[in-house]
């Protein structure tokens, strides 16, 4: 049988974790995780690390990094703390990354107000989507509510035969006056 690959025994490595009921922190677990994968490859238990997936690992860390750093250089503009490390004559702000949306980026100095105009729209489409993401969960959270409420967790409604007719009707009697009715969503649930 073949040796699973870095980026394999780390996943595997992280969801075993999280699995454990130890972690429930994503960066203590993945702390950890990429702690055993590294010493796995010491071991020989599974392949070297691909080196391009490790740099493009590493970059999209940096990217998103920059991406917020960039987002607290505009409040410090707009905040008029021109003179802290972050003012507008800083090294931080020569070369830092705005994310304009869509896959483009640019150095804050050099953006425009067309680009601060694009970046606004870019993101009242993700708040949009975001929106409708949010309503369709809570949605299916006030669907599923009473057979987890019932039967303590998704696991245990699974094995009580739950979810397997979204018309079923849920015998509540042994919900002992838990919560048993669908919370309507709010807005900023």
């Known amino acids: 049988m073949p040796k699973p690959s870095f980026n394999e025994y780390a996943t595997q490595q992280y969801h075993q974790l999280i699995a454990s009921g130890r972690y429930t922190s994503r960066a203590e677990a993945l702390a950890e995780a990429s702690s055993q994968a590294a010493l796995a490859v010491e071991a020989r238990l599974c392949s070297a690390p691909d080196a391009t997936q490790a740099a493009s690992a590493a970059i999209s860390d ?13 409040e410090a503009l707009a905040n008029g703390d021109v003179d802290t490390e972050t003012g507008y004559r800083s090294a931080e702000l020569r070369r830092t990354i705005a994310i304009l949306g869509n896959g483009k980026r640019k150095i804050v100095g050099d953006l425009t107000m067309d680009d601060l105009d694009a970046m606004t729209e870019n993101r009242k489409q993700s708040h949009t989507s975001a929106t409708k993401a949010l309503v369709a969960w809570a949605a299916n959270v006030n669907t599923v509510a009473p057979a987890i409420t019932l039967h303590g967790t998704v696991g245990a409604a699974l094995d ?17 006056g838990k919560r048993i009715i669908p919370r309507k969503a709010r807005s900023g649930d």
């Not at 007719?165 to 849920?170: I, L, N, Q, R």
């Open 62 to 74: 940096y990217d998103e990094r920059q991406g917020r750093s960039a987002d607290r250089i505009l």
């Open 160 to 176: 009580a035969g739950e979810f397997r007719d979204p018309v079923k009707a849920v015998d509540l009697s042994p919900a002992k």
